[in-house]
């Protein structure tokens, strides 16, 4: 009912930016909240940044200062802007949203199907 569609991922050397972004699709009425989680190799999934439908926002201590979540309502798409990465951010990068469906206001919470970031000289 509900589809994430993310890009962005790819390859990158320590030091350097990437852009991921998130567009929402669906019978959707509402989204109050969308993030960012990521999944290393032997780790469990772990919260990246959150964002409401409000602007109020949330990171993880270990991106906090390089990473910035962005939404813009209007297309029901999430960003996260990337800096300075680090060997320890590759991982698979999900996309979350929680909200409510058009067909009697039901709530859903949909996953991506993720998007690999890798960094590495």
């Known amino acids: 009912q509900v589809q994430l569609v993310e890009s962005g991922g790819g390859l990158v050397q320590p030091g350097g930016s990437l852009r991921l972004s998130c567009a929402a699709s669906?019978?959707?009425?509402?989204?109050?909240?969308m993030g960012w989680y990521r999944q290393a190799p032997g780790k469990q999934r772990e919260l990246v940044a959150t964002i409401t439908s409000v602007g109020g926002t949330n990171y993880a201590d270990a991106v906090k200062g390089r990473f910035t979540i962005s939404r813009d309502n209007a297309k029901n798409t999430v960003y996260l802007q990337m800096k300075s990465l680090k060997p320890e951010d590759t991982a698979v990068y999900y996309c979350?949203?929680?909200?409510?469906?058009?067909?009697?206001?039901?709530?859903?919470?949909?996953w991506g199907q993720g998007t690999q970031v890798t960094v590495s000289s």
């Open positions: 669906g019978s959707i009425a509402s989204i109050y909240a």
């Open positions: 979350n949203a929680a909200g409510t469906l058009v067909a009697g206001l039901k709530p859903f919470a949909s």
